[in-house]
């Protein structure tokens, strides 16, 4: 018997960027798109697309290079978000619209200021009106986990009627309970029979998001919204990893349900979108973090030598972790067992991105002695998401960190011109830092720095990430550097950043949130 399958929507790429220091340039998002649709996902929501100028165009750009999977984006009820998100989606082969208002008496009263009655109004006007962009709208019922289930049937009435085809229930404020949950879902899918596909988006504040999502699949729910790494506004979202492993792993429970997602791609899109945003998943985390599968005790690593199922219940390679094979390559390797082991960790690249990217390794590889598996992954990320290089760093001297006035000499080439510069900071990162504005002309506030190492050894791969303010009026921008050298990997960082910032310049702008016509 085939089995029913739960649609598997993604919004790593909206709610998961609004995680503090998440935010990603255009190349980065749509490289993490296309590992989505690698993955399997039926839905990516790619983004607000009223949001700002650059969230439009990451979408629109998405939009063209997605094809096996349905590309989403978010508006509010009002008539200019519909717009954008109908023109930034234009292009996809499959296209849907998300739109949203809040049904909680708490959101009505106090945050839109409406009657019940200009709610229903407000929001079956903006699904007919996303209709006449798209035949798949979704609507959801901002903060379903506190509304009134009589007026959500009221609502869902009215936007069913006037074309919506996935009903939303998030649990926006991640309040609820599992039995709570699965009493909502059960009650609105007994509602809605065969007139939309239920969906649940949790919010994990209580630390439920996932178990909430199972709990509504039991239920009767056929959609449901996470994201990798259970990223997301606050404490997160349900994590897509931990959603799926759950149902393949319980098909006792589970037995006539099944999702679309290439399992093995669990783990390399975790890597991806741990490598961009810099959020590395707590070790212990369920399915992808560092101590999932490390079996610490004697007693355990026994039982595990005799028979692996006596303390495993997933394998590491149905996630796409190969914990056999994770000393690569070295100096020595050339370019066919580099493109050949890319290709073992899922990379495909055309040709240019190819070759720089085997430059970088055969440099790396010059002063590291065994480059892993994550080693590359972070090198080739790096080198796949780079927004184009306005500045390139070409060299850095530091100068008497110890007699307390650290200085640096930074060289900075930009249009083939070379331009140095020195200055003294408070710490050898901000001499650094300082430097690079003074050549730049621009002027960046540090607002978050992060060192982290990639694999293990004294000369492991540093990754630094950096979030840095260029501009009060405007979002703080990510950037991020790689090197065994942290000083070299910081000064990378910070020129990654200003790159980023310029190459969206003019797109960064957020929209006023109550400027927009209501329809
Ligand atoms: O948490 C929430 O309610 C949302 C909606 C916009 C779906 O993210
Ligand atoms: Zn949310």
């Known amino acids: 018997m085939s089995k029913e399958i739960i649609k598997i929507f993604d919004t790593t790429l909206r709610d998961g960027e609004q995680s503090p220091g998440a935010s990603m340039n255009t190349e980065e998002k749509i490289q993490i798109a296309i590992q989505l649709e690698k993955l399997g996902v039926d839905i990516i929501e790619a983004g607000f697309a009223a949001a700002s100028p650059g969230d439009f165009d990451a979408i629109s750009k998405i939009a063209q290079r997605i094809t096996k999977s349905t590309v989403c984006s978010l508006a509010r009820a009002v008539e200019a978000d519909i717009k954008a998100a109908g023109d930034a989606i234009a292009v996809a082969k499959m296209k849907r619209i998300h739109t949203f208002i809040a049904t909680s008496a708490i959101h009505m009263e106090h945050k839109l200021k409406m009657k019940p009655e200009e709610v229903i109004k407000r929001a079956a006007n903006a699904v007919a009106y996303a209709r006449t962009f798209v035949e ?283 331009m140095i510069d020195a200055s003294i900071g408070g710490g050898t990162i901000d001499a650094i830092f300082k430097t690079i504005d003074r050549i730049s002309g621009y002027e960046g506030k540090l607002m978050d720095y992060k060192v982290t190492s990639v694999s293990k050894g004294k000369d492991a791969l540093a990754n630094v990430t950096v979030k840095v303010e260029f501009n009060e009026d405007e979002p703080a921008i990510i950037g991020h550097g790689l090197h065994i050298d942290t000083m070299l990997a910081s000064a990378r960082a910070y020129i990654s950043a200003l790159n980023s910032y310029l190459s969206m310049q003019g797109m960064l702008k957020k929209r006023n949130p109550d400027s927009s016509k209501t329809v």
């Open 136 to 418: 798949d709208v979704e609507f959801s019922c901002e903060d379903a986990g506190r509304s009134d289930i009589g007026f959500m049937k009221e609502i869902c009435d009215a936007v069913i009627e006037a074309g919506a085809t996935t009903i939303n229930l998030p649990d926006t404020v991640g309040f609820r309970l599992p039995s709570e949950i699965g009493a909502m879902v059960r009650e609105m899918s007994e509602y809605t029979k065969g007139r939309a596909i239920i969906s649940v988006h949790n919010h994990n504040d209580l630390g439920l998001g996932v178990a909430n999502s199972l709990e509504a699949v039991i239920n009767g729910a056929r959609q449901i919204e996470c994201t990798i790494n259970g990223l997301g506004e606050r404490a997160g979202n349900a994590a897509l990893e931990e959603i799926v492993m759950a149902i393949r792993t319980r098909q006792d429970i589970f037995n006539n349900i099944d999702t679309n997602i290439d399992t093995k791609e669990i783990y390399p899109s975790s890597r991806l979108i741990a490598n961009i945003t810099g959020i590395e998943p707590q070790p212990n985390k369920a399915i992808v973090g560092k101590n999932a599968f490390a079996h610490e005790s004697g007693i355990h690593q026994d039982g595990m030598l005799k028979n692996r199922k006596t303390y495993e219940i997933i394998s590491p390679e149905d996630i796409g972790l190969d914990l056999s094979d994770t000393l690569v390559l070295g100096k020595h390797s050339g370019r066919a067992a580099f493109k050949d082991k890319l290709a073992k960790l899922g990379f495909t690249l055309d040709d240019e991105a190819l070759n720089s990217s085997f430059e970088r390794f055969k440099v790396l590889a010059d002063k590291k002695k065994d480059i892993y598996d994550d080693d590359l992954r972070a090198l080739v990320t790096n080198e796949m998401t780079k927004a184009t290089q306005i500045f390139e760093l070409v060299s850095l001297q530091l100068m008497d960190c110890s007699s307390g006035v650290p200085s640096a000499a930074v060289s900075i080439r930009k249009d083939n011109q070379e």
